[in-house]
C-alpha cells in the first residue's frame, strides 16, 4: 500500500488510483506533472503508468526501472522497497538507553518487540529495504519486513544467542553483499544471487556500494564472538 505524496490517494481500496515512484516518491497521474514535469526515460523513452516501471533521476536524466537493472545501478525490487520504507511511521520514540536501535528506521519497532526485559542493543544497522541486523549482550536479530518476507505487510524476526552462533561472514558479489550468520548448519548463500538471502532467516543484504559499513559492521559484531 502507498499514497500520493501530494494528495494522499491510495493505490489500494476502492477508490484507489494507479501510483508511480519518482524520485523514491510516489505520485498519481494527476499530480506527478506538476511536480516533476515531464518524466521519461533517458534510454528507452518510457513514460510513467504506461509500464509497470518507476523511475529515477541519474546524472541529471531519469531512467525506468528496467533501465536501471540493465545498467546494474539498482534492481527493480529494491527500489521499489526502498521507497516503501520511506513511508513506515515510527509509533513511538527509541526507548532510553536504545538509542542504537533507531538506526532500524521502521523496524526499531519489530526488534523492540521482540527483546527481553532489560536487554539493551549494542549494534544495529539496516541492509537493502525490509531488512535489518541488530545485536545485544545476548543474542543477534535478523529483522524482515514487506517484501522480504513476501508480503508488504509482513514481518519478522529471527533470534539467534550468541552461544549458538558459529560464525558472521560478510560475502560480495557483482552489485550486492550478504552478512551471514551460521551454527555450522544453516543454509549458506550465494552473492551473486540474492533472491534467497533477502527471504533467508539467517542473512541480510545490502547494496555493494555499502560495504565498508558492512566491514565496520562485521568487526563490531565478531567482537562478541570473541566474548
Given at each position: 500500500?502507498?499514497?500520493?505524496?501530494?494528495?494522499?490517494?491510495?493505490?489500494?481500496?476502492?477508490?484507489?488510483?494507479?501510483?508511480?515512484?519518482?524520485?523514491?516518491?510516489?505520485?498519481c497521474?494527476?499530480?506527478?506533472?506538476?511536480?516533476?514535469?515531464?518524466?521519461?526515460c533517458?534510454k528507452?523513452?518510457?513514460?510513467?503508468?504506461?509500464?509497470?516501471?518507476?523511475?529515477?533521476?541519474?546524472?541529471?536524466?531519469?531512467?525506468?526501472?528496467?533501465?536501471?537493472?540493465?545498467?546494474?545501478?539498482?534492481?527493480?525490487?529494491?527500489?521499489?522497497m526502498?521507497?516503501?520504507?520511506?513511508?513506515?511511521?515510527v509509533?513511538?520514540?527509541?526507548?532510553?538507553?536504545?538509542?542504537?536501535?533507531a538506526?532500524l528506521?521502521?523496524?526499531?519497532i519489530?526488534?523492540?518487540?521482540?527483546?527481553?526485559?532489560?536487554e539493551?542493543?549494542?549494534?544495529?544497522?539496516q541492509?537493502?529495504?525490509?531488512e535489518?541486523?541488530?545485536?545485544?549482550n545476548?543474542?543477534?536479530?535478523?529483522?524482515?519486513?514487506?517484501?522480504?518476507?513476501?508480503?508488504?505487510?509482513?514481518r519478522?524476526c529471527?533470534?539467534?544467542?550468541?552461544?549458538?552462533?558459529?560464525?558472521?561472514?560478510?560475502?560480495?558479489?557483482?552489485l550486492?553483499?550478504?552478512?551471514?550468520?551460521?551454527?555450522?548448519?544453516?543454509?549458506?548463500?550465494?552473492?551473486n544471487?540474492?533472491?534467497?538471502?533477502?527471504?533467508?532467516?539467517?542473512?541480510?543484504?545490502?547494496l555493494?556500494?555499502?560495504?565498508?559499513?558492512?566491514?565496520?559492521?562485521?568487526?563490531?559484531?565478531?567482537?562478541?564472538?570473541?566474548?
Amino acid at each position: 500500500m502507498a499514497n500520493c505524496v501530494t494528495c494522499g490517494v491510495s493505490n489500494l481500496g476502492i477508490n484507489r488510483s494507479p501510483l508511480v515512484i519518482v524520485d523514491g516518491e510516489w505520485f498519481c497521474e494527476d499530480c506527478l506533472p506538476s511536480k516533476k514535469g515531464r518524466v521519461r526515460c533517458s534510454k528507452c523513452g518510457k513514460e510513467p503508468f504506461g509500464s509497470d516501471d518507476h523511475f529515477k533521476t541519474v546524472q541529471g536524466q531519469f531512467l525506468c526501472t528496467e533501465c536501471m537493472e540493465k545498467a546494474g545501478i539498482m534492481k527493480k525490487y529494491d527500489y521499489i522497497m526502498q521507497s516503501i520504507s520511506k513511508t513506515v511511521s515510527v509509533v513511538k520514540p527509541p526507548s532510553a538507553g536504545n538509542d542504537m536501535a533507531a538506526r532500524l528506521g521502521g523496524l526499531r519497532i519489530l526488534l523492540d518487540q521482540n527483546l527481553s526485559p532489560g536487554e539493551t542493543v549494542t549494534f544495529a544497522i539496516q541492509g537493502n529495504a525490509g531488512e535489518g541486523l541488530a545485536c545485544s549482550n545476548s543474542n543477534i536479530f535478523i529483522l524482515k519486513s514487506g517484501m522480504a518476507v513476501g508480503s508488504i505487510t509482513g514481518r519478522k524476526c529471527s533470534k539467534f544467542p550468541w552461544t549458538q552462533v558459529k560464525s558472521v561472514d560478510l560475502k560480495v558479489g557483482n552489485l550486492y553483499g550478504i552478512l551471514e550468520v551460521s551454527d555450522g548448519k544453516m543454509p549458506q548463500y550465494d552473492a551473486n544471487d540474492i533472491t534467497r538471502a533477502k527471504k533467508a532467516d539467517n542473512a541480510i543484504t545490502f547494496l555493494l556500494s555499502r560495504k565498508s559499513e558492512f566491514d565496520e559492521a562485521l568487526s563490531s559484531i565478531q567482537s562478541h564472538l570473541r566474548k
